[in-house]
Nanobody, 123 residues
Framework: QVQLVESGGGSVQAGGSLRLSCAASGDTYSSYSLGWFRQAPGKEREGVAAIDSDGTTGYTNSVQGRFTISKDNAKSTLYLQMNSLKPEDTAVYYC?????????????????WGQGTQVTVSS
């Protein structure tokens, strides 16, 4: 098992940037594939970005070119660099982990979740 704790959320004006972090503890971090999800009020939780255990990345269309997912296996930490933020990016952001090598933005593929961190983008 792995435990996940997000940090780095906050409030920013449109066009600004934030970097989210997700610290992991427990199992062998490098063997996990990871993802960032978000949930806005009244909406379903959606996959934003993913990175498999080998470092291959994928993004949902709405954040492609603006967000960058990365990880540091030595620090057992996942990151999401968010640039050119828009008001529609406002949501609670969650990191998630699943054992093995896969690239997915589907909630069902990730059994382990953090508690979430709020990101608010004002216009």
């Amino acid at each position: 098992q792995v435990q996940l704790v997000e940090s780095g959320g906050g409030s920013v004006q449109a066009g600004g940037s934030l970097r989210l972090s997700c610290a992991a503890s427990g199992d062998t971090y490098s063997s996990y594939s990871l993802g960032w999800f978000r949930q806005a009020p009244g909406k379903e939780r959606e996959g934003v970005a993913a990175i498999d255990s080998d470092g291959t990345t994928g993004y949902t269309n709405s954040v492609q070119g603006r967000f960058t997912i990365s990880k540091d296996n030595a620090k057992s930490t996942l990151y999401l660099q968010m640039n050119s933020l828009k008001p529609e990016d406002t949501a609670v952001y969650y990191c998630a982990a699943g054992w093995g090598r896969f690239l997915s933005l589907a909630r069902r593929d990730f059994p382990y979740w953090g508690q979430g961190t709020q990101v608010t983008v004002s216009s």
